[in-house]
């Protein structure tokens, strides 16, 4: 590499030394001290330049650089005639050429001004890119699998931090020192690129017209996934920067992807990073286990078949009433178990918050909310006696409503319209079930109790509550008021409207109240 000038008589040097990243011949600093002569010597790009002009040279080399280095980068990656040996002597040099750039901007103080700061990201960028090529191309697998089982010790009291010393190891190739160094190196380029640069939303690097980067989501997914892995379902999707048991930067960065996960919607790969850190923390290995079952289309699944005893007495009750009785009281008894197996067991004894974080508490204590004024006014029990005409309308439209500012959020956050709308329909799906589930414990639990003071005086009378199941002939097409066998029963029509009732007003009230996304983590 060297410096030339065209001042309008051709190409000519700046100075007579070409560096030629051999440790044997050049020293790191020789180039370092080029980019101080040109920065503090104006002289050397002409007779009449001033230092500020100097100056302003220097930080648009500066400022192009990261741009230039990934496009000569992105090509010979793409090229298939190029000799491997070749592209990996490229990683090596581009490598430190972005530290020894990356280095004089933090002298210079240069990193924080405004034009630099974008350069400054870049290159942070690409000291990952290039380091995470040579740590594939160039680590053994042993020293791979010894650091993801954090045995591996990265730092020793011999460790030079210095450029001189990084193209020493890469030139000398001795194997355990060159495995420490760059595994060292690489994962701290990992946190100084996804959490200082893309968890960082306050740098605007991803919004402005002329970042060179992808939109701020994909450039997180491809830091954290192994290679191009889309979506992320396995441990063996993650990047092995994710993978060091007992690390407290480690641990720091996975809270900050969740949370930023979950401030996107994207209730899955937030799950993903939770179950991971969960399974790291225990010492589980989750390399072949899947991490998250969240999305629309298994809350669909799991809502059809919560509601499936409900829908098939709506069409063929009279046909087999002891066969939905008996599926109807089956469901209530799944659903309570569940519920107190997770607290006695997942809750009080083992102290497991895993799966109570990954179903998005905020919007299951919107819910609870929801459901008190819901569940005791007398009014919503007797319009669940109504007509299904009423009732489906009434239902449909507050679903709807929910909904639409679910969509207008969430796209206010992400602007793609067809990724907003798949992630609110999928926050939508997820809000019903969990208050399908909370309808059906509630009733199951109260339910009795309301129907006697409410159902039962319809005619005038104070009936019994086993009379009043009789009150209500069942019509093919509806749904039932009540199902089960004695004593455990489910009230369907009351579940139907509760349900969006109660999510509507829980998702209405952090509107009003907070300022937060409804996948805010509590």
């Known amino acids: 590499m060297r410096f030339e000038l065209n001042a309008g008589e051709g190409w000519a040097r700046v100075f007579p030394e070409t560096f030629s990243f051999h440790a044997a011949r050049h020293d790191p600093a020789e180039l370092y001290l080029q980019l101080e002569d040109l920065w503090t010597k104006p002289r050397l790009l002409s007779p009449i330049a001033t230092r500020r002009e100097a100056e302003e040279v220097v930080r ?6 990261a741009r230039y280095l990934e496009r000569t980068l992105d090509r010979l990656e793409a090229d298939t005639s190029v000799d491997p040996q070749l592209l990996l002597r490229v990683y090596e040099d581009v490598a430190l050429l972005v530290r020894l750039f990356g280095r004089f901007l933090v002298d210079k103080q240069l990193e924080g001004s ?14 990952f890119r290039t380091l995470l090529a040579l740590v594939r191309l160039r680590v053994r697998p042993e020293s791979i699998a010894a650091y993801q089982q954090g045995t591996l010790v990265l730092v020793d009291p011999t460790y030079d931090a210095s450029d001189t010393a990084f193209l020493a190891v890469l030139s000398e190739g001795e194997a355990e020192r060159l495995d420490r160094t760059l595994l060292r190196l690489a994962e701290s380029a990992f946190y100084r690129w996804l959490e200082d640069v893309c968890l960082d939303e306050e740098n605007q690097s991803f919004e402005r017209a002329d970042s060179p980067f992808a939109d701020r989501e994909t450039e997180v997914l491809r830091a954290v996934a192994a290679r191009d892995v889309r979506p992320i379902v396995r441990g063996r999707d993650l990047t092995i920067f994710l993978k060091r048991p007992h690390n407290r930067d480690l641990a720091r960065v996975l809270k900050r992807l969740e949370a930023w996960f979950l401030r996107q919607y994207d209730i899955h790969h937030a799950s993903v990073v939770l179950h991971h850190g969960a399974l790291l923390q225990r010492g589980e290995p989750d390399a072949d286990r899947v991490l998250s079952r969240h999305s629309p ?14 829908l098939g007495a709506a069409i063929a009750y009279d046909r087999a009433p002891l066969l939905f009785d008996f599926a109807a009281s089956v469901e209530v008894i799944f659903v309570v178990a569940a519920a107190f197996w997770y607290l006695a067991y997942r809750f009080a004894w083992k102290r497991d918050l895993t799966f109570f974080h990954a179903s998005v508490p905020r919007i ?9 004024p819901v569940f005791l ?7 669940s006696l109504r007509a299904r005409f009423p009732l489906a309308a009434v239902s449909v439209l507050i679903g709807f409503a929910t909904l639409l500012y679910l969509y207008v959020e969430v796209q206010r956050r992400l602007g793609d319209p067809k990724e907003a709308f798949s992630r609110a329909s999928g926050i939508f799906l997820l809000g ?26 319809v005619t005038g009378q104070n009936l019994p509550f086993e009379m009043i199941r009789d009150l209500y002939p069942h019509f093919e097409g509806a749904l039932p008021r009540i199902l089960g066998i ?16 109660a999510f509507f007003i829980g998702v209405f009230l952090q509107l009003l109240w907070e300022d937060l996304p409804i996948t805010e983590p509590l």
């Open 60 to 65: 648009r080399l500066c400022a192009n650089v």
């Open 114 to 127: 405004p034009p630099l700061r974008l350069a400054s990201h870049h290159l942070r960028k690409l000291s």
């Open 297 to 310: 289309r298994n809350y669909a699944l799991a809502l059809g078949l919560l509601l499936s005893p409900f």
């Open 364 to 372: 299951g204590a919107g819910i609870i909310v929801g459901y008190l």
């Open 377 to 383: 006014i007398d009014e919503v029990w007797d319009l």
């Open 432 to 457: 019903v079930l969990e208050a399908a589930v909370l309808g059906i414990l509630a009733t199951s639990f109260l339910g009795r109790f309301m129907v006697a003071r409410n159902w039962a005086t």
């Open 486 to 501: 004695d004593p455990i029963l489910a009230f369907p029509t009351a579940v139907f409207l509760m349900t969006f009732m």
